[in-house]
């Protein structure tokens, strides 16, 4: 079964109750896990960056990363609050840790399971702290070749990380992806290079480039679902409203019944005629 996850992200734009609604709505489509990212702004960025351009055309006004960023943190104490009503609502709550007391906090909530995103993959001591948790991990690979994710195995392996925990994400780093530089079959060369599981983190308009990867053996989708589209933030515009988010999920379980086994044979329906 192919694991879906509701990227929930940024996209609750500070507000717990906005947090809550995209619950609601990942459960209502049918995703498996529902995931969330945790950061403290001060461990992250300096008052002086500048944000991406994505981020610049999504976003109405001219604050700096930093002041972006904090207004979309949420407190640990408020990721508590979202983690019990997640489990209330039966499904799996996840949060992605963009630094190294975020990750810490997060291993304390007793996960299932540790999201590395694709800008932590040259961060050595974050992933030895996160491989050290001996949990299973979801790797993210956007903006890296083939021997960084070559080096940010190894820093797993190196503290007992088993492979068979690990999946590695194909991803393109952009907001939305342009389809020319999506290049999904390196998702295959990924997991025929390091013998691993692989899946896929869909930053491209609409659900056609997921679907196309569950056909060619994602394990795992990862996709930002919004409320809306039009709210102010860096990360809605390339996220699905709730509508497309339950047609992806349908999706997605229409093409992994039809898959089937790699067995050729005579189908049940087949031998009436």
């Known amino acids: 079964m192919v694991l879906v996850i509701a990227e929930a992200g940024v996209n609750h734009n500070g507000s717990l109750d906005l947090a809550k609604e995209l619950i609601d709505v990942a459960v209502d489509s049918g995703a498996d896990i529902v995931k969330f990212q945790s950061f403290n702004t001060s461990d992250l960025v300096t008052r002086k960056a500048k944000k991406a351009k994505y981020q610049i055309l999504n976003t109405l006004n001219d604050e700096s990363q930093f002041d972006m960023l904090r207004s ?24 992605t840790g963009f630094d190294l007391n975020s990750i810490k906090f997060l291993n304390q909530l007793n996960l299932k399971r ?8 040259t961060n050595l001591p974050y992933l030895r702290l996160v491989g050290s948790f001996k949990k299973p991990v979801i790797l993210s690979t956007g903006m890296a070749n083939l021997k960084e994710v070559e080096e940010a195995l190894e820093q797993l392996y190196i503290v007992g990380l ?13 907001y939305p ?20 599981k692989v899946g896929y983190s869909d930053h491209s308009l609409g659900i056609e480039v997921s679907l196309a990867a569950v056909a060619l053996g994602a394990e795992i989708i990862e996709k930002h679902l919004t409320l809306d589209k039009n709210l102010d933030g860096p ?6 409203e709730p509508i497309e988010f339950s047609n992806l999920v349908k999706g997605i379980r229409r093409i992994s019944l039809a898959l089937g ?7 049940s329906s087949e031998k009436e005629n």
């Not at 540790?114 to 993959?121: A, Q």
């Not at 088993?162 to 952009?174: D, N, Q």
């Not at 992806?177 to 013998?195: E, G, W």
């Not at 086994?261 to 189908?267: D, G, I, Q, T």
């Open 235 to 240: 990360d809605h515009m390339a996220s699905l």
């Open 162 to 174: 088993s492979k068979e925990y690990i999946t590695l994400l194909h991803c393109t780093s952009e």
């Open 114 to 121: 540790f999201k590395i995103p694709s800008g932590e993959i």
């Open 261 to 267: 086994s790699k067995e050729k044979k005579v189908s």
């Open 72 to 95: 979309l943190e949420i407190s640990f104490e408020e990721q508590i609050e979202l983690k019990k009503y997640a489990e209330n609502k039966n499904i799996e709550f996840l949060s």
């Open 177 to 196: 992806a342009p389809l020319k530089d999506i290049n999904l079959r390196a998702m295959q060369t990924l997991k025929n290079f390091f013998k691993t």
